[in-house]
């Protein structure tokens, strides 16, 4: 299971990391988009932030229960109490990134619902919000600043249990 910032690589890591354990990958935005039929961004547009983080734990709770291969987790899914609870006793990987790569990665261009309003800045506190509640919930912490996806998913497979 993958936590992490936006721009952390939880996407692009989790693929390569599945593709590699010869399992299968699921996305909880990915999975909220398909249940509301729409983008997170215009969930969070017409339904609002609470709506949006009631979809996403059901999300991580419904993959939580029927997936066994590679779990990303949205940035912000690790708030809920109760996704946090669920996550105990799985192996959560904490993709680490710092604000200049995750910048980079993100676009800021794009649809990022939470980076409205001076995107960088919003950035920057919502890593600082959460780094202790993704080091805490870590079995295993990668930092992922200025590393291509194939590095990082070789140290995870080398974190990971045999």
């Known amino acids: ?16 990391l599945a593709h590699r354990l010869g399992t ?43 997936h066994d291969g590679v779990l990303a987790l949205g940035g912000g899914a690790i708030l809920s109490e109760a996704t946090q609870e669920l996550l105990d006793g799985h192996h959560v990987i904490y993709l680490q990134v710092g604000l200049t790569d995750a910048v980079q990665r993100v676009g800021l261009a794009q649809a990022r619902p939470l980076l409205v309003l001076n995107p960088r800045s919003q950035l920057k506190r919502l890593m600082e919000e959460r780094r202790p509640v ?29």
């Open 1 to 16: 299971m993958l936590i992490g910032p936006p721009g952390s690589g939880k996407t692009t890591v989790g693929r390569m």
């Open 24 to 66: 299968g990958f699921r996305d909880t935005d990915a999975d909220v988009e398909t249940v509301a039929g729409k983008p997170v961004a215009d969930i969070f547009v017409d339904d609002g932030e609470e709506r949006f983080r009631e979809l996403e734990a059901a999300a991580v709770r419904q993959a939580l229960a029927g």
């Open 134 to 162: 993704y080091e805490r919930l870590a079995s295993i912490i990668v930092a992922t600043d200025g590393r291509q996806p194939e590095e990082i998913v070789g140290e995870i497979l080398k974190g990971l249990p045999a």
